[in-house]
């Protein structure tokens, strides 16, 4: 809170008139990270508009670097820009002729995996460079190379050292197409448990 204080010039006191603690202030602060959701129209496919969702989120997730953490740790109910986001995407999805339970487990899949890919964003930020972490792995391998050979041949496609925004897009398109062709013994369950 002294921090806070101090950034927007006001004493701590004076921010506890606002803000009865850091709780509510970290709610205001994920509340109004992203704004409200953009409208998404009908003007492309489903699963392109989910596409743009999920992008505009993890950029959410880049363009704050504490809001990963924040929402981890949070304890509130989500505000009113977050229940947009969501609502939007449930919205695109239930043009995907999934039921509101299949929905919602759509729309948490997505959010793993853009709050997974914030997170090894953070991660790689944090421990250095990439170089230098591949080269200790590639260090480390050498010495029990018959163990991890598989992980030898990511390692040598080059994978690692890759652009993180292939993988994200890589991830985005396989969950997007399970969605569009579910497994029937999957959707029964689902279903059955309704």
């Not at 977050?82 to 995407?89: F, G, I, R, T």
């Not at 449930?90 to 997974?116: C, D, N, Q, W």
């Amino acid at each position: 809170m002294q921090r806070v204080a101090q950034a927007v010039e006001v004493t701590t006191m004076a921010l506890y008139r606002y803000f009865p603690g850091k709780s509510d202030l970290l709610a205001v602060m994920i509340d109004a990270a992203g704004g409200t959701a953009p409208e998404f129209g009908n003007a492309s496919t489903w699963k392109d508009r989910l596409r743009e969702w999920a992008r505009l989120c993890a950029a959410i997730y880049r363009d704050h670097p504490w809001f990963l953490e924040a929402t981890t740790v949070r304890r509130s109910v989500l505000g009113p820009n977050e229940l947009s986001w969501m609502e939007a995407a449930l919205m695109v999805l239930a043009e995907a002729a999934l039921s509101p339970k299949e929905s919602y487990y759509a729309f948490l899949t997505i959010v793993g995996h853009v709050r997974s890919h914030a997170t090894f964003e953070q991660i790689k930020s944090h421990g250095g460079s990439p170089q230098e972490w591949i080269r200790e792995l590639t260090r480390l391998m050498r010495s029990q190379c018959e163990s991890y050979s598989t992980l030898q041949a990511v390692l040598g496609s080059g994978a690692l050292s890759g652009k993180s925004g292939e993988a994200f897009e890589y991830g985005l398109n396989c969950i997007l197409a399970g969605i569009g062709n579910p497994e029937p013994a999957s959707r029964a369950k689902v279903h059955a448990g309704r």
